[in-house]
């Protein structure tokens, strides 16, 4: 217990670092185009691979090529949620002004992409199941954390105080922290017509290695991109934010006031 | 600092107590939670011949019978969870990944008598995917018959290329 508030301290201070938008805002503009054109690049390869050049599935036929897509979203759509949760966290407790933009910056592009992962599944899953849709616990639990992320938009933007709307969202953004370990292990906990994970910890990924590189491409490149268009998205949120604080500050009042004095006074 | 420390395990308690109830909720649900009921349960607990059930498994290799009826074709066959087994009936186009050996899930109800009438069927593909020269040159090599069930380890396979299934089928 000694050494928490010291180790508290210290946390606090590595975040509070980048808490600063000005720093941010350089450190920003440094890392947009390491993003964009690695993601760019690894995206383009890893589909055109994937939905060209790669063997087609024994079974599924062609229709396997849809996993280049839908297996990106999918991871995408949970470790998205997660870093929404770790910016609710730093959100909370510290007080976090920076992450409290990028949980509303994350909100859209996860539910995007979890929007894609759910259209892919229905589309992979009538040829091959035989079904657009079935109620069963991996397709339910996805469909709950894309209404989580659609609550979470509309909460953060919900109140005419913005902390308010922050603290809310991350109290729900947290509580559906839930949902996540519920995705990730409903194909192992119960019966479900969705097939358990190819790509384990424990074992050898049960999918050929001429199918796994693209998909491994894929993957890279779609988790680039989703922090690429983050990035970008919470650069111009700061700046926004930036050009709000100083449209309203009294020197920029009184310089309009000075340019334009009787068209201030009509608005 | 305290203040932080304070609301950091009030996050942190807030969050393992909704996941306890998370937890305890889905677990006494576990029941309503699965898609499918095996052959096993279904002999075991046999379901009212009202109430539409789900039964998962394995289609028996040799059980699948196939007859027209005018137009419509009838599908018999039996599914296995390697304990128990119970004879479908279905009267409709099966889907296209239905085979001896695969996986399946079959909507409708059980008769008294054992047999089960289905409304829907639906293919189960498993977490293994192959490009069409490995899965041959394996069932050319007898390490693998897909009437039969899963692939050998993936360990033994995933590296093999469509080149490999080629040299395996002209070497045979």
Known sequence: MNAQPGLMARLGAVFHRYANPGRFLRLGARLQPWLTWPALLLTLTGLGWGLFFSPADWQQGDSVRIMYVHVPCAWLASSGYFALAVCSLLSLVWRHSLADLAAAEIGPVGASVTAVCLATGSLWGKPMWGTWWVWDARLTSVL???????????????????????????????????????????????????????????????????????????????????????????????????????????????????????????? | MKRKTRRLWLVVACVAGLGTAAGLTLNAFSSNIVFFMTPSQVAAHPPAPDHTVRLGGMVVAGSVRRELHGETPVNRFDVTDGQAAVTVRYEGILPDLFREGQSV??????????????????????ETYMPKEVAEALQKSGKWDPKFGPPPDASSWSSMTARDGRTARGGS
Request: aromatic share 8%; charged share 15%.
């Open chain 1, 144 to 267: 709950v954390l894309f209404f989580l992320y659609l609550g979470h938009i509309a909460l953060i933007r919900a109140f005419d105080d913005p902390q308010r709307g922050y603290r809310a969202a991350a109290i729900l953004a947290l509580a559906g922290t839930v949902d996540l370990p519920i995705i990730k292990f409903s194909v192992q906990w119960w019966n479900t017509l969705h097939q358990p994970a190819s790509i384990t910890l424990t074992r050898a990924p049960t999918m050929a290695s001429s199918m796994l590189w693209p998909l491994a491409l894929s993957a890279l490149g779609f988790t680039l991109g989703f922090a690429a268009i983050v990035v970008a998205r919470l650069r111009a949120s700061v700046m926004e934010n930036r050009a709000r604080i100083l449209l309203a500050s009294p020197a920029s009042r009184a310089a309009r006031a000075s340019v334009s004095d009787h068209r201030e006074q009509t608005v």
């Open chain 2, 105 to 126: 899930v079959a909507v409708g109800t059980a008769a008294a008598g054992g047999g089960f009438t289905a409304s829907e069927v639906l293919a189960k593909h498993d």
